[in-house]
């Protein structure tokens, strides 16, 4: 059984910029979550795709989006970077969109923003 | 809306002594509840999770945790702890019936003392 797998480990962006992280989700799963990380904070809910459909969203601005492809992977995309944004992004995937199923989690994308 | 409280930013513990990490949650609805770990540079994973019955709920490694419903109280304990053991615990809240946006506490550093 392959885990949630993220891509890169770890990048280096300039304020202002665009980055893209990506997600391959445990095999069996159709829902994938992401999740920012702040240095000595917990995660906070970045949005959920439940095949190929964004199911929720936390209180992130629209320069936050993502997509869910056919295969259920997942990309997060993040426009016009600020220096807040640095942190680690966690990618999770889970068998449904409920609430009940636990949720697995990737290793993360480190992300600087200098 | 959801809240979750872990009082203890950071608990120290020598080996094989009990540990308790404490977490509360406020909810205007039926919550699940998870414990999850944190080993460092890696994601997080389920510790063990509430959806109902029995409130003392037994999860991996010797951890077990006690719903308690009149005082929105969900802690984590193990009875003997191991140096590996030492990792960031957090708790966390999902709304019954909604999506899975798990909310997460800043959660407890443990360290464990040879």
Redesign the interface.
């Given at each position: 059984e392959t885990g949630?797998t993220q891509s890169p480990t770890h990048l280096i962006k300039t304020r202002g910029q665009q980055v893209t992280l990506r997600c391959s989700s445990q095999s069996g799963h159709n829902?994938v979550?992401w999740?920012q990380q702040a240095l000595?904070?917990?995660?906070?809910?970045i949005f959920?795709y439940?095949r190929e459909e964004e199911?929720?969203r936390?209180n992130f601005p629209p320069r936050f989006s993502g997509l869910q492809f056919p295969n259920y992977s997942s990309e997060l995309n993040v426009n016009a970077l600020e220096l807040d944004d640095s942190a680690l992004y966690?990618c999770?995937s889970?068998q449904?969109?409920?609430?009940?199923?636990?949720?697995?989690?990737?290793?993360?994308t480190r992300l600087t923003v200098t | 809306a959801q809240s979750?409280t872990q009082l203890d930013s950071q608990v120290p513990v020598f080996e094989e002594a009990p540990v308790e990490l404490r977490c509360n949650y406020s909810s205007s609805v039926s919550v699940?509840l998870?414990w999850?770990v944190q080993y460092p540079?890696?994601?997080?994973?389920?510790l063990l999770?509430y959806?109902s019955g029995s409130t003392l709920v037994k999860g991996i490694n010797g951890f077990e945790a006690e719903f308690n419903k009149s005082q929105t109280s969900f802690h984590l304990r193990k009875p003997s702890v191991h140096i590996s053991d030492t990792a960031e615990y957090?708790c966390?809240v999902?709304?019954?019936?909604?999506?899975?946006?798990?909310?997460?506490?800043?959660?407890t550093r443990l360290t464990v003392i040879p």
């Open positions: 949630v829902t979550s999740y000595g904070q917990g995660p906070q809910f959920q439940y199911n929720g936390g966690l999770a889970s449904t969109g409920t609430g009940a199923q636990p949720l697995h989690f990737g290793n993360g | 979750v699940y998870f999850y540079n890696q994601g997080l994973q389920l999770k959806l957090f966390a999902n709304r019954r019936g909604g999506a899975n946006n798990l909310f997460f506490g800043t959660g």
